[in-house]
C-alpha cells in the first residue's frame, strides 16, 4: 500500500510562486511513474508534470518552463516548484504514483494511488 499526502498549496497573485509536497510512504517499487495532476471545477483531470524512477521529467505544454519537478534524496517528497503562476493555473492538485517507470505513455487511469489534493488559487 503507498500513500501520498499534499501540502503547499494556497492562494497567490498572479507571477507568484508556490511550492507544492508530497509525503510518499509505504512500498514504492523500484520503477515506478509519480506525477502531479490539476482538476479545475467543471473540468477534467490532467497531467501537468511527471518523474519516474529514473529521473526522467516531462511536463505539460501549458506549464512547461515555469513549473518544475523533482524528489528528495531519499525519494520519500514529491515537490511541484510553481513559478510565474497565472489565473489559468487555479486548481486542486493531486500527486500520483503507479509502480511502473513509463510515464510517457501512462494514462490517468494507470495510477494506482492518489493524494487527497491541495489547492491551488492565483488571482490576478
Known amino acids: 500500500q503507498v500513500s501520498l499526502v499534499e501540502s503547499g498549496g494556497g492562494s497567490v497573485q498572479a507571477g507568484g510562486s508556490l511550492r507544492l509536497s508530497c509525503l510518499v510512504s509505504?512500498?514504492?517499487?523500484?520503477?515506478?511513474?509519480m506525477a502531479w495532476f490539476r482538476q479545475a471545477p467543471g473540468e477534467e483531470r490532467e497531467v501537468v508534470a511527471a518523474i519516474d524512477s529514473d529521473g526522467r521529467t516531462s511536463y505539460d505544454y501549458s506549464v512547461g518552463g515555469r513549473f518544475l519537478i523533482s524528489q528528495d534524496n531519499a525519494k520519500t517528497t514529491l515537490y511541484l516548484l510553481m513559478n510565474t503562476l497565472k489565473p489559468e493555473d487555479t486548481a486542486m492538485y493531486y500527486c500520483?504514483?503507479?509502480?511502473?517507470?513509463?510515464?510517457?505513455?501512462?494514462?490517468?487511469?494507470?495510477?494506482?494511488?492518489w493524494g487527497q489534493g491541495t489547492q491551488v488559487t492565483v488571482s490576478s
Open positions: 500520483a504514483a503507479r509502480m511502473q517507470a513509463d510515464c510517457v505513455s501512462a494514462t490517468r487511469s494507470s495510477f494506482g494511488y
Open positions: 509505504g512500498e514504492i517499487s523500484s520503477q515506478y511513474c
